[in-house]
């Protein structure tokens, strides 16, 4: 294959396949992450210095500048630290001459030949670069057909030459970078630097409702054939168990999303990967073929969606969605598209089950026995993330496939909660949505639990609303306003109140005016002494191991965040006893000490840790001047929504360790006293809730 493409005398000397080493860019953010340094420090460099490099893009307020002049000013200057080869390839990747975008489609075909066919790769590695952009995108063509099929029928198109010539330098990182994590954990680590960098391009589907979406489907059987019609980056379809023979086919509206979900796809496993890029209501790319199971996160509230051209479409078996309710054209586009008894599962707004325009086709959902379970997740579960979303659970009826006489209802947000927090654990909400559904799959029924899951007649549904929310149509859980417990709440709560007096803090004598105040010294000055080291969450962790995030830090609770997908995990930053946590994010002045409770977690993003060294910092000392307000105000940068904290900029008395013993017992009295509080406020919200429902509901006298 390597004697495919030959270059004439012509090719060579052309200057449209010049080499260009500094086609990438990189913004201040990237330059203070290669340095080590905080935004603020490149803006005084670009005063101060004459030679810095200058803008070569962006904007007047957000430049860019090419990235081998800034390394080349950072090596001469002493500034360049040592820089991960991820970070490296990311900053390829984020400053291409093309786009971020066009880039990771690059680097995804690169890394499906050094997957699929490595010593290719290798024999391409050793040629020069211009001959590489010449010689790469026939490789490529035979990887990619072999993988997606032709041309024609594919999302992914293999560049040419000139595309690819400005990609070389990156390509050739992303292969070394996949001998470091494996093709599929530097696609996902690239991909999922992409994401969080523009939150705002892509409508994301968490790893956890995802998985719990692919198991409800697949519980009865493996799925052969999947297929997701609104696929986005692909994370339905990749949550999917592997099996033999297994076809993945994907469709979004969006080509870039199409073709990344097809590399994402063929990178993680050797299943049978079909992607189209189409608008999946005007113009279905799969009306011919149907699959065991359909998945799939449809856009929300769109009120262009074809209703006009589509009155007469075959696939309204249910009825007419009215042009609000786009979301009933999604639920019978997947069911159109399922084999006779096959699994539907889908990601619904609310309003979805109780909107009045959509109560015929709720009606003849449930009478033909197509809807088998509504499942509303607590909010927060996944974007837009103030609501509490649904999971519609379909069947596509057959002859074979009687209908079914009841329907599975869940709310979800009432799992208990056994840590006593209020933020929910994903992992008991999905254990408890997959027992409610496996018992109901297998016995057409389920045993009533009060405020958790109930299976309803159908008939007792087809009223005039046809309202599904499970919420009103759930018995509330039977303990909730009980007298025994609120009995319980109530002694905890005085015992926590009265414990809470007993920590107030004293107030100290009033300092003399005029006393002398030691000098000050900041986070960054003791880290170069060696006093600290520093170190940046990035939300990676192992196999079961909770991730500190900034909410646990902001509230005192245990570690509640699972590993960040995307990141390797040889990024993950462990907590040790007498470490300092401080959020980077929001505005508010936060700092944690690690006990032995929180050590061994995993450090969530958004979070930086302080590691001081106890032969010269005492960690409590560190804490709680770090937490002061004015120090944070002078500390911080502001955008139009958000804040930042430069911790490196903090600032604290510069004393011996014998100095700082006093100030050290006061911030631990101070963190006692505000545990006590946090907790009789929890205590007093429990009681007050309870209360409440107890009344209303009638469980609960007035007397």
């Known amino acids: 294959m390597l004697d495919r493409a030959r270059l004439t005398p012509r090719d060579e000397g052309s200057c449209c396949m010049k080499p260009r080493d500094d086609a990438t860019e990189v913004t201040a953010a990237g330059i203070a992450r290669l340095a080590g340094v905080g935004r603020a420090a490149v803006s005084n460099w670009r005063r101060r210095h004459g030679d810095f490099p200058k803008p070569v893009g962006g904007t007047e307020t957000s430049p860019s500048f090419a990235l081998a002049d800034v390394e080349r000013w950072l090596r001469a200057q002493g500034k360049l630290v040592e820089v991960p080869l991820r970070e490296r390839v990311w900053q390829q990747l984020a400053g291409h001459p093309a786009g971020p975008v066009t880039a990771l489609l690059h680097a995804g075909c690169a890394l499906l030949l050094v997957r699929d066919r490595p010593p290719a790769w290798l024999a391409l590695g050793a040629v020069p670069d211009e001959r590489l952009a010449q010689l790469l995108p026939g490789e490529l063509e035979d990887v990619v057909t072999q993988r997606f099929g032709t041309r024609r029928r594919r999302a992914v198109r293999v560049p040419e ?98 073709a990344l979900t097809a590399l994402r796809l063929a990178l993680h496993s050797d299943a049978t990967v079909r992607t189209m890029a189409a608008d999946t209501l005007r113009a279905d790319a799969y009306d011919e073929r149907t699959a065991d199971v359909v998945l799939c996160h449809p856009p929300f509230n769109e009120r262009n969606w074809g209703h006009d051209e589509l009155a007469y479409d075959t696939r309204w078996e249910y009825g007419f969605p009215a042009r609000a309710e786009s979301e009933l054209a999604w639920v019978q586009h997947a069911l159109a598209r399922l084999v006779d008894g096959g699994t539907a599962v889908l990601l619904m707004p609310p309003a979805a089950a109780s909107r009045r325009s959509g109560r015929r086709i709720r009606a003849d959902l449930l009478r033909r026995g197509a809807l088998r379970a509504v499942i509303a997740l607590p909010a ?78 159908v008939l007792e549904l087809l009223d005039d609303e046809v309202d599904l929310a499970p919420a009103r149509r759930l018995p509330p859980p039977a303990a909730g306003g009980g007298t025994t417990e609120l009995a319980t709440v109530r002694k905890s709560l005085g015992e926590a109140l009265r414990r809470a007096a007993d920590l107030t803090p004293p107030l100290p ?46 509230t005192g609770s245990a570690p509640s965040g699972a590993p960040h997908e995307g990141a390797p995990d040889d990024t993950v930053v462990r907590t040790e006893p007498g470490d300092v946590v401080v959020p980077v994010f929001g505005g508010g002045a936060a700092a944690r000490v690690v006990d032995e409770a929180t050590a061994g977690a995993a450090l969530g993003r958004g979070l930086t840790l302080l590691r001081p060294d106890p032969a010269v910092l005492d960690p409590w000392f560190l804490a709680g001047f770090l937490r002061g307000t004015v120090g944070h105000r002078r500390a911080s940068s502001y955008a139009s929504t958000a804040a930042r904290l430069d911790v490196r900029r903090l600032q604290l008395p510069r004393l011996p360790l014998a100095g700082q013993r006093g100030y050290s017992e006061r911030f631990r009295e101070l963190a006692a006293f505000e545990d006590a509080v946090r907790l009789a406020g929890r205590l007093g919200e429990r009681l007050v809730r309870g209360m409440h429902d107890g009344l209303t509901e009638g469980t609960l006298p007035p007397e």
């Open 161 to 258: 030459p000139a595309e690819l010539l400005p990609s070389v330098p990156l390509l050739r990182g992303v292969a070394e970078l996949a001998a470091e994590l494996g093709a599929r954990g530097a696609y996902e680590f690239l991909l999922g630097r992409q994401t969080d960098a523009n939150p705002r391009q892509y409508t994301l589907t968490p790893a956890g409702p995802a998985a719990l979406m692919a198991e409800l489907a697949t519980s009865t059987a493996p799925a052969r054939t999947v297929l997701d019609p609104a696929c986005g980056t692909g994370a339905l379809l990749r949550a999917v168990a592997p099996r033999p023979d297994q076809c993945l086919y994907g469709q979004d509206s969006a080509p870039e999303l199409a």
């Open 380 to 457: 927060g579960a996944a974007p837009p993330y103030n609501l509490p979303l649904h999971v519609w659970v379909l069947r596509r009826p057959g002859p074979a496939v009687p209908p079914a006489p009841e329907l599975l209802l869940v709310e979800a947000a009432g799992v208990p909660d056994t840590d006593g927090r209020d933020k929910q654990l994903w992992p008991a909400v999905q254990d408890a949505v997959l027992d409610a559904w496996h018992r109901f799959d297998r016995h057409g029924t389920v045993a009533e639990r009060p405020g958790l899951a109930r299976s309803v007649p």
């Open 509 to 554: 004598p009033e300092e003399p005016l005029g006393a002398a105040r030691p000098p000050l010294t900041t986070v960054g000055e003791l880290a170069r002494a060696g006093a600290l080291t520093l170190h940046t969450g990035t939300g990676a962790g192992g196999a079961g191991v909770p991730v500190l995030t900034d909410h646990d830090v902001l």
